[in-house]
């Protein structure tokens, strides 16, 4: 395939995976904003509202790492059940195309989740400047493509859509909830704080932190983990690694 | 006539597969033709045809599609080739329309020639009334003709189809035979397996008889016919004794009477003395079911093939 013929597979996916759904069910739109949120709530609320700025952030990461663990579920439920995926390996579409292409419509679904922090974001601290944009911009971009690779790969091994019930939960778990994501690095004893840099979201929350000027709006919340050049070379480095695991690792076509 | 997919002893034993689920299989496909793959639950029919399109790995031999080697160029053969997989199921929430022109646009396929593909499509396979209709919304044949139109439609030169009519009551099937015979028409080749020996022998120019990874029967439908001891059966009802029917063939009981394969002359001679002790009698040649049945011992529906080795 060609360049153009490849785009115009992806978007297709994307758009027979996402638009068509929405539009049909636009509630679907409702599906990844709940977990994220709930979240929030809990944290700014046991926090008495000191943790909401820090837990804004938690909720941008958690929703691009809920995409890679739908993108997962999905991937499993058109293998598994479907025998899409076996009628697509038999065809002129590659394996990249076809995981963006969910990945992509996965983003649809994301948006109203993504609003919503941002707009929260907005409200609740000082203008955020072009730089901090693009540094939020950026970083959930990586998100999202080390959550749908790892999604991708995984969903090549499972036999079951049941066995994605309790790996994405888990992979949420232990990616978002317990490292320092909805709350500051800082809060983390310093003698436990090495483990945090085990969790590839532990980068991205770095950056959002120091993005949302954290340190600087309250300083108990101390000054970021690592510096940015950093953060970005982890979370690059994941990504990239997470991309090949994908290329050589993934099962496209079956052993 | 070139060849649109030939094996060599193609061989696949499955990672936690014990016995090889094929063992050394080597066909050819004529190109433009109809290739009918048979055999029992188990035979080994899937795993050829997942291999043959690039969907699985063989342990063992080769097979070329197309002219490309499966294994070493399968990007090559992916752009030629279409499959429907057994027990595929339609993507549920689009309509048979956006089914089928989102396949198209899938494959890389212009706006333009994807419309026109997809309409001519669904108005020859019956669907067109239907066009709008979500699959989630159909019956399991109705969903399944969606799924072959969505292949139909595809520029593939060579389309697999595992098992593509069960399900479907009898004219919905004749409406996918339908369709594969335009296939064919179209100079494309076709490779079919189904349970259903009527459907193969009435579809294809060609027929393999998979048992256990084996190939055991490999022709047209005549040469496979030529290759059985007894080529006629007679019924009889069960007022005859089996002792009587024993000298003119082969004897087995069925509900209500008697069925003999014979030669043509025995046959004949059969028939002739049912017939003047007034009994019901039918003779006619035998059944792509009866082959089965005289080659591998037992009847395609019954068991799987490797069922009685047991736990
Ligand atoms: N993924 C797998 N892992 C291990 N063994 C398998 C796998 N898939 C199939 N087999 C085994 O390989 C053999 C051949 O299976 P295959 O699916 O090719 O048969 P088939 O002829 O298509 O049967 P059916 O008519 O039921 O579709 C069977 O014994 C089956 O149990
Ligand atoms: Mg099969």
């Not at chain 1, 959002?208 to 000054?223: I, M, Q, W």
Request: aromatic share 8%; hydrophobic share 50%.
């Amino acid at each position: 395939m060609s360049v153009r013929h490849r785009l115009r597979s992806l978007w297709t996916i994307a758009y027979m995976n996402g638009v068509i759904p929405v539009r049909r069910q636009p509630l679907y739109l409702l599906n990844t904003i709940a977990s994220p949120l709930s979240f929030l709530f809990f944290i700014a609320l046991a926090s008495r509202g000191t943790l909401l700025r820090p837990a804004i952030a938690g909720g941008m990461v958690l929703t691009m790492i809920s995409i890679g663990t739908s993108l997962q579920a999905d991937l499993t439920h058109y293998k598994q059940d479907m025998k899409f995926q076996d009628l697509v390996v038999a065809s002129p579409v590659e394996a990249p195309i076809y995981v963006a292409g969910l990945a992509l419509s996965e983003f649809l679904y994301s948006i109203p989740g993504l609003s919503v922090f941002v707009a929260l974001w907005v409200a609740t601290g000082p203008v955020p400047g072009v730089f901090d944009a693009a540094t939020v911009v950026g970083t959930l971009l990586l998100v999202w493509a080390f959550s749908s690779a790892l999604g991708f790969t995984l969903a090549t091994y499972f036999e079951d859509i049941r066995e994605t019930f309790v790996f994405g939960p888990l992979v949420s778990l232990g990616l978002t909830v317990l490292p320092p994501v909805y709350y500051p690095a800082t809060f983390i004893p310093a003698a436990y704080r090495p483990l945090a840099f085990l969790s590839p979201a532990t980068y991205a929350a770095d950056l959002l932190h120091r993005a949302f000027s954290l340190g600087a709006v309250d300083p108990r919340f101390g000054p970021p983990l690592l510096a940015a050049p950093l953060d970005w070379l982890a979370l690059i480095a994941v990504t990239a690694a997470l991309f090949l695991l994908a290329a050589k690792k993934a099962r496209w076509r079956e052993p | 006539m070139p060849e649109a997919l030939r094996s060599e002893e193609l061989g696949k034993t499955y990672p936690h597969g014990k016995e090889p689920a094929l063992d050394g299989v080597s066909l050819r496909i004529p190109a433009g033709t109809v290739y009918g793959l048979i055999g029992r639950n188990g035979a080994g029919k899937t795993t050829f045809v997942r291999i043959a399109s690039t969907q699985l790995l063989p342990t063992r031999g080769r097979v070329e599609v197309l002219g490309f080697d499966a294994v070493a160029t399968p990007r090559e053969v992916r752009a030629r080739i279409a499959v429907i997989p057994q027990e595929s199921r339609p993507l549920y929430f689009l309509t048979i329309d956006e089914l089928v022109f989102y396949h198209l646009r899938m494959r890389g396929m212009d706006r333009r020639i994807a419309r026109e593909r997809t309409d001519t499509v669904l108005r020859q396979m019956g669907l067109a009334d239907r066009a709008n209709t979500l699959v989630s919304r159909l019956s399991g044949g109705l969903r399944r003709r969606a799924m072959v139109a969505m292949i139909f439609a595809s520029d593939a030169e060579l389309l697999f189809l595992d098992e593509p009519t069960t399900g479907l009551d009898p004219l919905a099937r004749r409406e996918v035979w339908a369709a594969i015979q335009k296939a064919r028409h179209e100079g494309r080749t076709v490779l079919l397996t189904t349970h259903y020996l009527d459907e193969a022998e009435a579809l294809s120019a060609r027929l393999a008889l998979i048992e256990r990874g084996h190939v055991v029967v490999e022709g047209t439908p005549a040469e496979i016919r030529s290759r059985v001891k007894y080529p006629f059966r007679v019924s009889l009802p069960s007022s005859l004794s089996e002792a009587e029917l024993a000298p003119y063939g082969e004897v087995s009981g069925v509900e209500g009477g008697w069925l003999v394969f014979a030669r043509e002359d025995s046959a004949r001679e059969l028939t002739k003395l049912a017939l003047d002790k007034n009994l019901a009698v039918a003779m006619a040649p035998i059944s792509l079911e009866d082959i089965f049945l005289q080659l591998v011992g037992r009847p395609l529906t019954e068991g799987d093939a490797l069922a009685e080795e047991g736990p």
